[in-house]
């Protein structure tokens, strides 16, 4: 009897969990936005920040010109380069809607020096091809890898 009562249960509560889960918006592409804190360097206004995206921003020339544009700009770090220091510096930034590369912040980070010019020649870069949504452009948020090597 009581094995017969718990399968009762499960079924009841596995039926509401599945109800509950149904998405009930027209549209088939889910995206989370994010709300930003501020920074110091931007506007004082909150940024939405898409993380999921149907069109992901392009760099002019992929992503083979995204690293020779580093390998041009970057000036190896006097510091980091007399510490023999190598390894990668991991970006977060906000690609807005026009293309332009905002919002720079260090997620994983190598060296005080390296970091500094990683984030510098980020903020050079060009124009990226916005991320779109629903066929609008949106402002997105990319994670993006530099490399130090001696």
């Not at 889960?21 to 909150?46: F, G, H, I, L, W």
Request: aromatic content about 8%; overall charge neutral; hydrophobic content about 40%.
């Amino acid at each position: 009897m009581k094995k017969i009562l718990l399968l009762i249960c499960m079924i009841a509560c596995s039926t509401g969990l599945i109800n509950a889960q149904k998405d009930k918006r027209p549209d088939t592409y889910y995206y989370q936005r994010v709300a930003e804190a501020p920074s110091e360097t931007e506007s004082d206004e909150s940024e939405d920040v898409c993380e999921l995206v149907e069109v992901w921003p392009e760099f002019p020339g992929g992503m083979d010109a995204f690293m020779l544009f580093f390998a041009d700009n970057i000036r190896y770090p006097q510091n980091a380069r007399k510490e023999n220091i190598q390894g990668r510096v991991v970006l977060s930034a906000v690609i807005d809607e026009e293309g332009t590369v905002t919002n720079v912040k260090v997620t994983k980070s190598l060296h005080p020096d390296c970091d500094k010019e990683a984030v510098r020649v980020a903020y050079t870069m060009p124009k990226w091809k916005p991320g779109t949504l629903m066929g609008k452009p949106v402002k997105c948020r990319m994670t993006m890898p530099v490399i130090f090597r001696l």
